[in-house]
Nanobody, 123 residues
């Protein structure tokens, strides 16, 4: 049973930084793609960043230049470093994995999801 657990969310002021972590276990084979998504109240879930097992990240336009996705394969942990945070970044952040070959940010392509960690950015 694949399990994903996010941590690192919190409340920061505009311009602040946070690093999210996603610990994973239960794999029998390593996911081909891991990603971060977010969902704000009243909005659809949207992709933030994704990364293949051997690198090659991709980012949503709003994340480029401010967010960095990375992974520690030895620890089975995914990270999202977020800098220059804005109030519009306020959302629940989720990590997700896909075992098939894919690199993208389409919600329906991912197989397993964590429960999320809340990020709140105040102005």
């Amino acid at each position: 049973q694949v399990q994903l657990e996010e941590s690192g969310g919190g409340s920061v002021e505009t311009g602040g930084s946070l690093t999210l972590s996603c610990a994973s276990l239960g794999y029998t084979t390593r996911p081909r793609c891991m990603a971060w998504f977010r969902q704000a109240p009243g909005h659809e879930r949207e992709g933030v960043a994704a990364i293949k097992h051997l690198g090659s990240p991709t980012y949503a336009d709003f994340a480029k230049g401010r967010f960095t996705i990375s992974q520690d394969n030895a620890k089975n942990t995914l990270y999202l470093q977020m800098n220059s945070l804005k109030p519009e970044d306020t959302a629940m952040y989720y990590c997700a994995v896909r075992f098939g070959g894919y690199l993208g940010l389409r919600v329906t392509e991912f197989d397993y999801w964590g429960q999320g960690t809340q990020v709140t950015v105040s102005s």
